[in-house]
């Protein structure tokens, strides 16, 4: 859509004082909470009733996407706000599946409220205010992120938060200064563990260590948070519902149920699936290709998945 | 006396008639001047032409010599003027006339050899279309000339060891035969690759990889690779040559005049020509690429016209460079001004790009661990975005091979086959557009595309899925249809199908 990417910039701000009575309690008990709050968006009530931050490594890897294209989609039903903080990497798939699954979501910046910051990401800041979620920042006006500010973002996305999941992270990684953040306040933490050789799961690890809880499904999340239903969407529920009918499976040789179970185990280059599944490439290109567009099986970085 | 001399002149690959006026004058001062805006080469073809008369037993007259290049305004470079120069002055001091059809070119050694320059071929080629001239040129030159099929030989090439059995062939002293084609020497071995450059049966696995350059070379697609080092992106681009089919006659031609023109021809006979096959370093300046300096040469693109481009490294080419090349790709040919005047090279070839998905190489990788930024990784992505990579049809991801034992990945031999099927390709190809100024699917509009291309119901509405689903742009949407027109090509189908159409979406950019 031309022009659209500038919606951001011609959606007006507006600015939330801590006296304010819409003003979230969970953020205004942290030690220091912000004094005022600039956002763009319709600020309601109902938006911080339960929050969500989902937090991870910017350069996140073909498992992370699939963990939190998964773990969202199954919270798609439930009432709850995604916050996280709008960088690359796990952030921006946290954004991108929970507005995937009809979930508002809260993107917090590191940067004054006017500016975008990464400037690639205009597309996705418009799409949150048309879901009707918010950008929020505490600098008003254009100033570029300064390595502190990016700290005193994390506090933000903490404060918000009831829980914080955190997917992917490294040793020193931004993210775990989040979760200490979630820890100092009391937040419900979570983490999903992955492979223990990665280096992009040592601050996973580390943070299982500091309290925690491992999940594995977007169960585990809801039975922690103690999420409820969300009686008025549950249009969403079905649109990601991840059973398959039997229907779907059987192709005329079968090929397709092989590579669809395939996909599920691991996210795989046609390469790969095509050796696993003794499948000759191009026929296995026409397969995926099926698979992509009736939205099954999605592609990142060259390699495929089922989600 | 004043004699007139032809001789030729390039303007680019256009030829050009060249006067050659040696005029003797017995009063005045001795002296020997070149004028007609000769460059150094030229002008020191004063000193070898004296000297060539001195070893070759004549004596070099000792007057007023002016010799005028004309058309007088023309830049002129180039050693091949000795040749005509020699004979003018040598026919002015003994009041010869020289027939106003024959033509001299080549180089002369200090001893009074002949000795091939760069733009024999060119030279040849621009005669033998006229007919009843004659071509004086060095023997080793003529070797090259008599190579190419397809080349019509309608006048004489005489071919000229030293001066001195040129100079009693003009005293009727001696006799000078016109030399004759060997048609036998044409069909001698015609050679796809050079002996060292892998086949893709050398490549192990990347089956994707590999059906892609199919792709690419049956429909003349740009194919963009993206891996990590050592998965096989540079031997798999090299390996393009190996299933190309080999020059056509005209192609050959075509080949020739640039090789002649730059001096890359050497002694290659036309038969050995191999289709080009360019890998300019990543440093390559602007000029380099695209052509330029003065006298011109042709840049890159040019000197792979009919061939293969490949940018290794892709990301770490400057942007200029990039940027320079979108213009002639589109266009097949590129213009370039030097001093006040335009030339034309032509620019048509299939690029093969490979590069890093990050600076170190291993973003994505299954197994080694990136060691760059995320702003890093994003930026070096960055440098393919738009318009460049709109010039790709074709991408593809490539991982290292899983198992070096699986017999699956290692033992398909798919050389023959592939070369059987790109030829079949191109043939059907060619007879679809026999009445356009297209040559191949990667060049359809999207007008020909409509008369061309016709989608059936379900391969339509696959499409359509896919454009709404997978977010594809306008311009993907045409690219998949071109990609699914060359995929039904190598499969000998005259209707595009859904499967082509689906396999034609996995080549699409991320």
């Given at each position: ?16 004082d ?37 937090v991870g ?6 498992y992370?996407v699939?963990?939190?294209e ?44 006017e ?33 502190w ?6 506090r ?10 955190l ?17 100092r ?46 009686s ?7 649109k ?9 499976l ?20 046609l ?6 599944t ?23 970085g ?6 | ?5 032809k ?9 050009i ?23 150094k ?9 004296r000297?060539a008369f ?36 040598f ?39 006229k ?9 080793s ?8 099929r397809?080349l ?16 009693s ?28 450059d ?25 194919l ?28 050959r ?13 050497g ?32 840049g ?6 009919k ?29 370039l ?5 335009t ?6 070839f299939?690029l ?38 709109d ?5 593809v ?9 699986n ?30 100024a297209v040559?191949?699917n ?47 090509d ?21």
């Amino acid at each position: 859509m031309p022009g659209r990417e500038y919606v951001i910039q011609e959606s007006e701000t507006k600015c939330l004082d801590i006296t304010d009575p819409l003003y979230p309690g969970l953020l205004k008990e942290i030690r220091d909470p912000p004094k005022c709050l600039f956002y763009k968006g319709e600020w309601k009530g109902d938006l911080f009733e339960k929050c969500l931050a989902v937090v991870g490594s910017r350069k996140i890897s073909d498992y992370g996407v699939r963990v939190t294209e998964h773990i969202l989609g199954v919270l798609g039903q439930m009432r709850v706000t995604v916050v996280s903080g709008f960088m690359r990497g796990v952030d921006y798939y946290a954004h991108l599946s929970a507005l995937n699954s009809n979930l508002p979501t809260i993107a917090v910046l590191p940067c004054g409220i006017e500016d975008i910051y990464p400037v690639s990401h205009r597309d996705i800041a418009s799409k949150i205010l048309d879901a009707g979620g918010l950008v929020v920042s505490e600098y008003p006006g254009r100033c570029a992120p300064k390595d502190w500010m990016f700290v005193k973002r994390n506090r933000i996305v903490a404060g918000l938060s009831h829980g914080l999941l955190l997917i992917e992270a490294a040793e020193n990684s931004g993210s775990l200064i989040t979760f200490n953040y979630a820890k100092r306040f009391k937040r419900v933490l979570m983490a999903v563990p992955g492979d223990i050789f990665n280096v992009n799961q040592q601050g996973v690890r580390q943070a299982l260590y500091d309290g925690a809880e491992p999940v594995f499904s977007g169960e585990d999340v809801v039975n922690k948070m103690r999420l409820v239903v969300d009686s008025k969407d549950s249009l969403s529920g079905a649109k990601n519902g991840i059973a398959w009918s039997k229907a779907q499976l059987v192709n005329e040789d079968g090929d397709l149920g092989k590579v669809v179970i395939k996909l599920k185990e691991t996210a795989l280059s046609l390469e790969t699936l095509s050796q696993l599944t003794d499948i000759e490439i191009s026929k296995l290109t026409i397969i995926v290709t099926r698979l992509e567009i009736s939205g099954q099986v999605r592609r990142t970085g060259g390699k495929y998945y089922a989600s | 006396m004043l004699v007139k001399v032809k001789s030729v002149a390039f303007k680019g690959l256009e030829v050009i008639d060249v006067l050659v006026e040696v005029n003797i004058n017995n009063k005045g001062l001795p002296s020997f001047d070149i004028v007609g805006l000769p460059n150094k080469s030229v002008e020191e073809s004063k000193l070898r032409v004296r000297s060539a008369f001195v070893n070759c037993g004549v004596e070099f007259p000792n007057r007023k010599i002016t010799v005028n290049l004309a058309p007088a305004d023309l830049h002129k470079e180039g050693t091949f003027y000795d040749l005509a120069i020699a004979v003018g002055v040598f026919c002015a001091k003994n009041g010869i006339e020289v027939n106003d059809k024959w033509y001299f070119f080549g180089e002369l050694s200090l001893s009074g050899e002949l000795a091939d320059t760069r733009g024999s071929f060119l030279f040849a080629k621009y005669l033998s279309e006229k007919s009843d001239s004659s071509a004086f040129l060095a023997n080793s030159a003529l070797s090259t000339v008599f190579g190419f099929r397809g080349l019509v030989n309608r006048c004489n090439y005489y071919s000229v060891n030293n001066l001195k059995t040129l100079f009693s062939f003009f005293k009727k002293e001696g006799t000078l035969q016109p030399v004759k084609d060997q048609d036998s020497v044409h069909e001698i071995g015609r050679l796809r690759g050079g002996d060292q450059d892998p086949t893709i049966d050398d490549i192990v696995g990347q089956n994707l990889a590999k059906r892609a350059l199919q792709i690419c070379a049956a429909g003349g697609h740009n194919l963009l690779l993206r891996g990590s080092p050592g998965t096989g992106k540079t031997m798999l681009a090299k390996s393009i040559t190996s299933i190309l089919p080999t020059l056509s006659d005209s192609e050959r031609l075509e080949v020739a005049r640039i090789y002649s023109y730059t001096g890359v021809l050497g002694g290659v006979s036309g038969y050995r020509l191999l289709r080009p096959f360019r890998n300019p370093h990543h440093t390559i300046s602007y000029a380099g690429m695209l052509g330029g300096g003065f006298p011109i040469l042709p840049g890159e693109i040019t000197m792979a016209h009919k061939g293969v481009l490949f940018l290794d490294e892709f990301c770490e080419f400057n942007r200029n460079v990039i940027e320079g090349l979108r213009q002639p790709m589109q266009n097949g040919y590129i213009n370039l001004n030097r001093k006040g005047q335009t030339f034309s090279f032509p620019s048509k070839f299939i690029l093969v790009a490979a590069t890093n998905p990050c600076p170190c190489g291993y973003h994505g990788h299954p197994k080694i661990v990136c060691t760059c930024s995320d702003s890093k990784i994003f930026s070096y992505a960055k440098k393919l975005s738009g318009p460049i990579l709109d010039r790709f049809d074709l991408s593809v991801d490539m991982f290292p091979p899983d198992d070096f034992s699986n017999k699956a990945i290692v033992g398909n031999k798919y050389l023959s086959n592939f070369q059987r099927s790109v030829e079949v390709a191109r043939f059907t190809q060619a007879s679809r557009f026999q009445k356009t100024a297209v040559a191949f699917n990667c060049e359809m509009s999207n007008q020909d595309l409509a008369n061309f291309c016709p989608l059936g119901k379900p391969s339509r509405a696959l499409l359509d899925n896919a454009y709404r689903k997978l977010n594809l742009s306008p311009r993907a949407y045409y690219k998949v249809i071109k990609i699914s027109r060359t995929i039904a090509d190598l499969a000998n189908a005259p209707q595009i199908t859904e499967a082509h159409v689906a396999e034609a979406l996995q080549f699409r950019h991320k």
